[in-house]
């Protein structure tokens, strides 16, 4: 077992045995000391191109895969994709069912399943039992329990409640049953097929910050292709412990400090037509390389799209939090919005291939699938 100790310099040191997970190669038993002063993120690495080299990811972010969700009796893939939906204890559950359109989505777009970290594991109401871990079969979901990660104190009382939430993301390096993994944050959508990541050397993730352009600022971990391995899992937990420089930006700084600092391996970013921010769709994400002679359409929806907005009202079925006075008249502007009816649909139809009784078990999925009611079409 590897440990990640800091040196008298300021710098880090990562001591163990050698060892070897799967798909992945460790570093020697003693790691060269790498100073963390005037260290600086690396984003200079973009992927250009898909398996093979078929599918530029600057340009179009992956061919979408036509294939459905694998039978859930077939052998369980060496891919598959990871999520979280947690609700506190005694709030009604919301979290899971809002990622029920990441689900839909990846079942019409990718052959490989989605792991849900997840602490709802059956929903019940006086009209009858609901066991979502065998219902969200039918999504070509693998539900697993979502774990508490060790935290330090002094990181705890750093971070914000969201971002403790987040942090618990560390645990898919466990999942070693599969030899790729990708991490999707679940307050995002999927537009197109991305199941040629999974042929990309590890670690990946999208380009945070304004970075609609392509330029990163920063690391982020919406998107993020690994290989898991346990002594990676026991050292990042170490790093963790041993550094607080990482609470200003939660998981997203500590993963990309950890790679860079104590494996000598910077993580990459995607391309911005692969995964992009929400907040970027306004303007696009300028990429030069598409320039068609007769059209100025606007051809540059990522493939991944990450929140809606800085407050992700359109990518969630909280009716109450898109409705916004525009005009002096109470509108919901997710519909104006270039996802808004996207995330929508996928959203119902999820719940209409569950065949779950939402009246049920939470009214106001019933009432956001509800055309006339989410249009505002008057019933007279």
Known sequence: EFDVVPDEDGGWQLRGPSSKARGSTSPSPLVPRLDARGS??????????????AEDSWQ????????SGASASMPRPEFAFVSMAYDAPGEPVHYLWRSLALARALQRLSRYPLVLLTNSTSSSTDGGG????????????RVLPVLEVPLAREAREQLKLEWRIAYWKLQMWRLTEYRRLIWLDSDS????GVDWIFQQPPVLGLASGESCGGSATTWGSGLMLIEPNTDIYDQLLNFA????????RGDQKLISEYFKLVRAAPPRVVGPLAAASGTCLASGVNVSSLNYDRSTGPWMMPAFVHRS????????????????????KLTNVCQFHLLGTYWRDTFCEAMRLLHAHVDLLDPSVADFCDD?????????
Do not use: H
């Open 60 to 67: 179009n972010g992956g061919a979408a895969s036509s294939t």
């Open 309 to 328: 907005s800085d407050t992700n009202e359109c990518f969630d079925y909280d009716v109450g939090s898109q409705l916004k006075e525009v005009q002096g």
């Open 241 to 248: 412990r041993n550094s607080l420089d990482w609470t200003d």
């Open 40 to 53: 600086t993120f690396a984003f200079d690495q973009m992927v250009d191109s898909g398996p093979d080299g």
């Open 130 to 141: 609901l066991t979502d871990a065998l219902l969200l079969e039918r999504l070509n979901v």
């Open 372 to 380: 006339r009611d989410w249009f505002g079409i008057d019933s007279r």
């Open 189 to 192: 959508i999927l537009y197109r």
